[in-house]
């Protein structure tokens, strides 16, 4: 059975870290190599890097902070934000990133999908999903939820297994923030009809959260940022406490 993989995430602005990170031996908490590393060494699987500056600077500094991070860290990491171009994931994946995440250029642009697989490989390319639950559907979102789209979710998804992604990374926009926990029930559907991994994404608040996500929403992989910036659950445990609940992972 595949070990299920713990992903911390890191939002990245102009080149530096944003949301709190109270690491207390951080030399500079807003280096974000520094805390990649940090994390390699503590039992994380896999990064995530999110830019959210919307500076024309961004492809620049983002194709930097890879090279740096590429040269410290031996754990995969996914890169994503504001990619929209197969010369923009051409710089990031040559300069080291192991994947690239697309979101909104991708439910603007569906062909991006197919054309980044084609020259890539699916491995490679993960689609990042916000949804909101609303009236008992779940819609897509883009912007970081905030705008909606007439897309349903598993409708959505599918296409995106269709066009050859090789991985899901989905937010629930009503769970995000929240620390009560996954959206084990949309998880679950997503699992159950798709055959690519999917990521959970929002709603991490303890130990407890993870094994429910990989139990009962058949998660492949649990995303998560303030639990492990705040230092409020160290990988190491979480592990640990996994192991004693019988899923798999990477001790």
């Given at each position: 059975?595949?070990?299920?993989?713990?992903?911390?995430?890191?939002?990245?602005?102009?080149?530096?870290?944003?949301?709190?990170?109270?690491?207390?031996?951080l030399?500079d908490?807003g280096?974000p190599?520094e805390?990649?590393?940090i994390?390699?060494?503590?039992?994380?699987?896999?990064?995530?890097?999110?830019?959210i500056?919307?500076?024309?600077?961004?492809?620049?500094?983002l194709?930097?902070?890879?090279l740096r991070?590429a040269?410290?860290?031996?754990i995969?990491?996914?890169?994503?934000?504001?990619?929209?171009?197969?010369?923009?994931?051409?710089i990031?994946?040559?300069?080291?990133?192991?994947?690239?995440?697309?979101?909104?250029?991708a439910?603007?642009?569906?062909?991006?999908?197919?054309?980044?697989?084609?020259?890539f490989g699916?491995?490679?390319?993960?689609?990042?999903?916000?949804a909101?639950?609303?009236?008992?559907?779940w819609?897509?979102?883009l912007?970081?939820?905030?705008?909606?789209?007439?897309l349903?979710?598993?409708?959505w998804?599918?296409?995106v297994?269709?066009?050859?992604?090789?991985?899901?990374?989905?937010t629930?926009?009503?769970?995000?923030?929240?620390k009560?926990?996954?959206?084990n029930?949309?998880?679950?559907?997503?699992?159950?009809?798709l055959?690519?991994?999917?990521?959970?994404s929002?709603?991490?608040?303890?130990?407890?959260?993870?094994?429910?996500?990989?139990i009962?929403?058949?998660?492949?992989?649990?995303?998560?940022?303030?639990?492990?910036h705040?230092?409020?659950?160290?990988?190491?445990?979480?592990?640990?406490?996994?192991?004693?609940?019988?899923?798999?992972v990477r001790?």
């Amino acid at each position: 059975m595949l070990t299920k993989r713990i992903i911390p995430c890191l939002d990245i602005k102009n080149g530096r870290t944003v949301k709190g990170i109270n690491f207390v031996d951080l030399r500079d908490a807003g280096d974000p190599v520094e805390l990649a590393e940090i994390y390699a060494k503590t039992g994380a699987d896999e990064l995530v890097f999110l830019d959210i500056s919307a500076t024309e600077e961004r492809r620049r500094t983002l194709a930097d902070l890879v090279l740096r991070v590429a040269e410290k860290v031996n754990i995969p990491f996914t890169v994503g934000g504001g990619i929209s171009s197969v010369e923009d994931v051409d710089i990031l994946l040559h300069n080291g990133a192991d994947k690239v995440s697309i979101n909104s250029s991708a439910v603007k642009n569906p062909q991006l999908i197919n054309d980044l697989v084609a020259k890539f490989g699916s491995q490679c390319i993960v689609v990042a999903i916000d949804a909101k639950q609303i009236d008992g559907e779940w819609i897509v979102h883009l912007v970081g939820g905030k705008v909606p789209t007439t897309l349903n979710l598993f409708t959505w998804a599918k296409e995106v297994e269709e066009r050859g992604a090789g991985e899901i990374l989905f937010t629930s926009m009503n769970h995000d923030g929240t620390k009560d926990g996954f959206a084990n029930e949309a998880l679950a559907k997503l699992s159950t009809e798709l055959n690519i991994p999917i990521i959970a994404s929002g709603g991490a608040g303890n130990m407890q959260h993870f094994t429910d996500t990989f139990i009962e929403g058949k998660a492949d992989a649990a995303l998560a940022a303030s639990v492990f910036h705040f230092k409020e659950i160290e990988i190491k445990d979480l592990k640990e406490e996994l192991k004693r609940n019988n899923i798999p992972v990477r001790l």
